[in-house]
């Protein structure tokens, strides 16, 4: 049992399968396509550091899947890096992994929260580097793997080196924040926080309460914004765009002998890092797909969120009902409740349209966000699941000083000038299991029955 640094008591299986032997080489390459390893300040190379292999991509892309066979073949142990999965019952939105899965390869940083509990990027850092430590420890290989980009870039380059705030002020910020959100007053609280010194409160998502009080700590405790304290990832992009470093780009925007010999930074270890997706319209068809499926049998995200509902949670107002999927829901279930448990086929598939539309958008936002990693290779999802797995084994154990992509496995991560961009212009979701009035009468059967009854298992 480990105790991390936020407080959640993890418990963890092992394995007793023999350990891989300790190999010879390490690996001299952690960027794009073509790159070279960094060197730190004080020389010594990312080789010679612990392997950290990152496994991202957008919702439905298939990591999951990957990280676990990947898994088995390294004697690994998987780190959750999304931040619903954290999350004890939102087990159908998040795709978590099965009970199954999580016996077969031991999985960290799920179902360590209760619902109404919000949930950090500071904390996932503390917590992902502690279950780091003690999975490298015995003689394992972490696998992070998870979609959440912002949880992925402070694990790999660290965090900002803000001050804790003191007992005494984390209780003063308490207090001057608890009317406005008793109140539901976000906007009054978002001026209160911009008049005391932070401008960019004002950008937050709404409701988003525990980065509001957060700001206000900072606020109180240094006397300046969160923005004054500067993110190590921005040194090390600082770093990758200056004249001495040759960071060009071929036209299809995929990165070409990337070299970053000479960049000054210090990673704590030798990340392999991989970006799993498909093509656009091959992944908005099976993200489409897999909300139909999260939304069939009795037991799917409307189940999910009448709980959350039940629990007195409201939608949109914390870390959990926020979360795609989770949100469509419980605004439906609400209406349904208000309508005494009544909906039409209509609200039905509106609601549907609207949690596929929220998914695409997030989708597309992860790939926007990672285009911009330099760390990451990308990989065609469509390709033979065994290839991939063959391609990042051999990764981890290559003697080579740079790692290339094979044309076979690459993706390209730019649409300007392609086919794809103009098959995504004419783009229409198309559902396979709800399409007619009739194919949503068992729904609307469940909501009329049981999903505006409330059964509170805390």
């Given at each position: 049992?480990v105790?991390i640094?936020?407080g959640?008591?993890?418990?963890?299986?092992?394995?007793?399968?023999?350990?891989?032997?300790?190999?010879?080489?390490?690996?001299?390459f952690?960027?794009?396509?073509?790159?070279?390893?960094?060197?730190?300040?004080?020389?010594?190379?990312?080789?010679?550091?612990?392997?950290?292999i990152?496994?991202?991509?957008?919702?439905?892309?298939?990591?999951?899947r990957?990280?676990?066979?990947?898994?088995?073949?390294?004697?690994?142990?998987?780190?959750?890096?999304?931040?619903?999965?954290?999350?004890?019952?939102?087990?159908?939105g998040?795709?978590?992994?099965?009970?199954?899965?999580?016996?077969?390869?031991?999985?960290?940083?799920?179902?360590?929260l209760?619902?109404?509990?919000?949930?950090?990027?500071?904390?996932?850092?503390e917590?992902?580097?502690?279950?780091?430590?003690?999975?490298?420890?015995?003689?394992?290989?972490?696998?992070?793997?998870?979609?959440?980009?912002?949880?992925?870039?402070?694990?790999?380059?660290?965090?900002?080196?803000?001050?804790?705030?003191?007992?005494?002020?984390?209780?003063?910020?308490h207090?001057?924040?608890?009317?406005?959100?008793?109140?539901?007053?976000?906007?009054?609280?978002?001026?209160?926080?911009?008049?005391?010194?932070?401008?960019?409160?004002?950008?937050?998502?709404r409701?988003?309460w525990?980065?509001l009080r957060?700001?206000?700590?900072?606020?109180?405790?240094?006397?300046?914004?969160?923005?004054?304290?500067?993110?190590p990832?921005?040194?090390?992009?600082?770093?990758?765009?200056?004249?001495?470093?040759?960071?060009?780009?071929?036209?299809?925007g995929?990165?070409?002998?990337?070299?970053i010999?000479?960049?000054?930074?210090?990673?704590?270890?030798?990340?392999?890092?991989?970006?799993?997706?498909?093509?656009?319209?091959?992944?908005?068809?099976?993200?489409?797909?897999?909300?139909?499926?999260?939304?069939?049998?009795?037991?799917?995200?409307?189940?999910e969120?009448?709980?959350?509902?039940?629990?007195?949670?409201?939608?949109?107002t914390?870390?959990?009902?926020?979360?795609?999927?989770?949100?469509?829901?419980?605004?439906?279930?609400?209406?349904?409740?208000?309508?005494?448990?009544?909906?039409?086929?209509?609200?039905?598939?509106?609601?549907?349209?609207?949690?596929?539309?929220?998914?695409?958008?997030?989708?597309?936002?992860?790939?926007?966000?990672?285009?911009?990693?330099?760390?990451?290779?990308?990989?065609?999802?469509?390709?033979?699941?065994?290839?991939?797995?063959?391609?990042?084994?051999?990764?981890?154990?290559n003697k080579?000083?740079?790692?290339?992509?094979?044309?076979?496995?690459?993706?390209?991560?730019?649409?300007?000038?392609?086919?794809?961009?103009?098959?995504?212009?004419?783009?229409?979701p198309?559902?396979?299991h709800?399409?007619?009035?009739?194919?949503?009468?068992s729904?609307?059967?469940w909501?009329?029955?049981?999903?505006?009854?409330?059964?509170?298992?805390?």
């Amino acid at each position: 049992m480990v105790i991390i640094s936020s407080g959640v008591v993890l418990t963890r299986t092992f394995s007793s399968r023999l350990q891989p032997p300790r190999l010879l080489f390490r690996r001299r390459f952690c960027g794009g396509a073509n790159t070279a390893c960094s060197v730190s300040p004080n020389g010594k190379r990312n080789s010679e550091k612990e392997k950290v292999i990152v496994i991202s991509g957008p919702t439905g892309a298939g990591k999951s899947r990957l990280a676990l066979e990947l898994a088995k073949r390294l004697n690994g142990e998987i780190i959750s890096a999304d931040s619903v999965q954290v999350y004890k019952g939102l087990d159908v939105g998040s795709a978590k992994p099965s009970a199954r899965d999580r016996k077969e390869v031991p999985h960290h940083l799920i179902d360590i929260l209760h619902p109404s509990q919000d949930y950090s990027v500071g904390q996932f850092f503390e917590d992902g580097r502690e279950a780091t430590k003690d999975i490298l420890s015995r003689g394992r290989v972490p696998i992070v793997t998870g979609g959440t980009g912002l949880y992925l870039r402070w694990f790999i380059y660290g965090k900002p080196d803000v001050p804790k705030p003191s007992p005494e002020i984390v209780s003063e910020v308490h207090d001057m924040l608890i009317d406005f959100q008793t109140e539901y007053n976000w906007d009054g609280a978002v001026e209160f926080v911009v008049n005391a010194g932070d401008q960019k409160a004002s950008s937050l998502a709404r409701n988003d309460w525990y980065r509001l009080r957060r700001s206000l700590e900072i606020l109180k405790t240094t006397g300046s914004p969160p923005s004054s304290f500067r993110v190590p990832y921005d040194s090390f992009r600082d770093n990758l765009n200056s004249p001495d470093a040759n960071n060009d780009f071929d036209e299809n925007g995929s990165s070409a002998d990337i070299s970053i010999q000479n960049i000054k930074t210090d990673l704590d270890y030798d990340f392999l890092c991989f970006f799993l997706s498909s093509p656009r319209v091959d992944l908005y068809r099976s993200i489409d797909f897999r909300c139909e499926d999260m939304l069939s049998g009795a037991e799917g995200v409307l189940s999910e969120a009448r709980w959350l509902l039940d629990l007195g949670l409201l939608p949109n107002t914390s870390s959990a009902t926020r979360a795609i999927g989770y949100r469509q829901a419980m605004e439906y279930l609400s209406k349904c409740r208000q309508q005494g448990g009544v909906s039409s086929p209509g609200e039905f598939y509106w609601f549907l349209n609207k949690f596929q539309q929220a998914s695409r958008n997030f989708a597309k936002r992860q790939m926007t966000w990672f285009r911009c990693e330099p760390m990451y290779h990308w990989l065609n999802a469509s390709r033979p699941l065994d290839a991939i797995l063959e391609f990042i084994y051999d990764a981890y154990e290559n003697k080579s000083e740079t790692l290339v992509v094979p044309d076979t496995l690459r993706m390209n991560k730019d649409l300007r000038n392609s086919r794809e961009a103009n098959a995504l212009k004419g783009y229409r979701p198309r559902n396979r299991h709800f399409v007619g009035r009739e194919d949503c009468s068992s729904v609307l059967e469940w909501i009329s029955s049981e999903g505006c009854k409330s059964e509170v298992s805390v």
